[in-house]
């Protein structure tokens, strides 16, 4: 098919999201009115990564969560942070992302277990990210009052550039309190859950990172 590495690109560049292949031929089909081998197609998608892979581009076409979406490359991250840092004046709080942090890696999780685990409130971190959709309300729990439970949404793993939770850092590899006494399961009960846990923010061209100032209190 004609110039179908072209089609495939301009999906992918005006996608807000990553995209998944399903979709692309979906919307490949519909815009010229024919079926595509499904071998014909991946195999102009791997014409495309192979392209980007070229020391000629300073982006490249990158697999995240399912979709296909166009990345900076890892040389060029510095440059993009400052770039963002100059036009960024407000970042998420450390309690929020304390809070996201701990949803991350106890989902699902109820409010008060992240208040157990931080030590404080997380009402107005929760409000927040949820406003920011880095997470989302799954559920209800089976214990007493049935509360809510929250876990990462999509766009947390958009925004982390993070195929699957799989690929957060493992908790083995954090801060463990000195004075802890007990089995393996308190062991991880007491693993400290902090920011620097998260991976390192990705330079995404259409992705803004959330940049409303914060704290545990709604501002007055």
Known sequence: MDKL???IESIIF????????????????????????????????ESVL???QSEDYAFEVAEIGGGFVFLTKGAFHHTISTLLKQKAKKRLSKAALETLAIIAYKQPVTKSEAE??????????????????LIAIVGR?????????????????DYFGLKSIKDLPKLKDF?????????????EESV??????????????DVEPPIEPETDEPQP
Not at 175 to 187: L, R, S, W
């Open 116 to 133: 157990k685990i931080r030590g404080v409130s997380c009402d107005y971190s929760i409000q927040k990210l949820l406003e920011k959709e």
């Open 141 to 157: 729990s089976e214990g007493p009052g049935r509360p809510l439970l929250y876990a990462t949404s999509e766009k947390f793993m």
């Open 50 to 52: 192979a392209k980007y």
């Open 192 to 205: 400290q859950v902090v920011p620097e846990a998260l991976p390192e923010t990705p330079a995404v061209a």
């Open 14 to 45: 005006a996608s807000e999201q990553p995209i998944p292949l399903n979709e692309i031929k979906a919307c490949l089909e519909q815009s010229m009115e024919t079926k595509l081998k499904k071998n014909l197609l991946e195999k102009a998608m």
């Open 175 to 187: 801060k463990v309190e000195e004075n802890t006494i007990g089995d393996g399961a308190a062991v």
């Open 5 to 7: 590495e072209l089609h």
